[in-house]
């Protein structure tokens, strides 16, 4: 039963995020040069903006790999472009 709750949940929240979501095919990686990466810092201010909140960010894979919550209090784990600081839909599925 528990499952049936939290998919539609978050199939809200990233779908009220969808307009700044990069939509990545799957297996794609990333090959942003190190220098265009944003820091850690704007990565966080960018998704607090969008209105979650960031409890860890780290590198993995050519990406930032996030662990959120969301405006629901909804636990939400993903991957951000290094460049541009949108959520990956897809991205190491």
């Not at 049936?4 to 990233?14: C, D, M, Q, S, T």
């Not at 590198?59 to 290094?82: C, F, I, Q, S, W």
């Amino acid at each position: 039963m528990r499952a049936y709750i939290i998919a539609p949940v978050l199939a809200l929240a990233f779908a009220a995020f969808a307009p700044a979501v990069a939509d990545t095919p799957p297996g794609a990686r990333l090959n942003v040069p190190r220098e265009q990466w944003l820091t850690p810092t704007q990565i966080t201010e960018k998704l607090t903006a969008a209105g979650y909140k960031v409890t860890e960010i780290e590198t993995d894979d050519g990406a930032y790999e996030v662990e959120l919550v969301d405006k629901n209090g909804v636990r939400v784990e993903g991957y951000v472009h290094p460049a541009t600081g949108e959520l990956l839909v897809g991205y190491d599925d």
